[in-house]
Nanobody, 120 residues
Framework: QVQLVESGGGLVEPGGSLRLSCAAS????????MGWYRQAPGKQRELVAR???????NYADSLKGRFTISRDNAKNTVNLQMNSLRPEDTAVYYC??????????????WGQGTQVTVSS
């Protein structure tokens, strides 16, 4: 089993920065991908960024240049640095781990989420 615990959310003014962290515990495999998703009120959950164990990254197009994802495989942590935050970034941010189990099937794990509110 995998447990994911997020930290670092909170209230920030527009233009500010926050850093989210996620610690994974349990059995973590070398080919597990990790990432961040977010869900705003009344909207579907959407990808923010994800990173492979080898460090390959992909981002939501609208967030490139403002958000940076990083990963420490030795500590089983993934971080999300968020800069130049906007009110529309307000959402619950979820840590995610995707584990390929073969034949195109992925087991997906989620953290409990952390609230990010961007407001003056």
């Amino acid at each position: 089993q995998v447990q994911l615990v997020e930290s670092g959310g909170g209230l920030v003014e527009p233009g500010g920065s926050l850093r989210l962290s996620c610690a994974a515990s349990g059995t973590i495999f070398s080919n597990d991908a990790m990432g961040w998703y977010r869900q705003a009120p009344g909207k579907q959950r959407e990808l923010v960024a994800r990173i492979s164990s080898g460090g390959s990254t992909n981002y939501a197009d609208s967030l490139k240049g403002r958000f940076t994802i990083s990963r420490d495989n030795a500590k089983n942590t993934v971080n999300l640095q968020m800069n130049s935050l906007r009110p529309e970034d307000t959402a619950v941010y979820y840590c995610n781990l995707d584990r390929p189990v073969g034949a195109g099937i992925v087991n997906r794990y989620w953290g409990q989420g952390t609230q990010v509110t961007v407001s003056s």
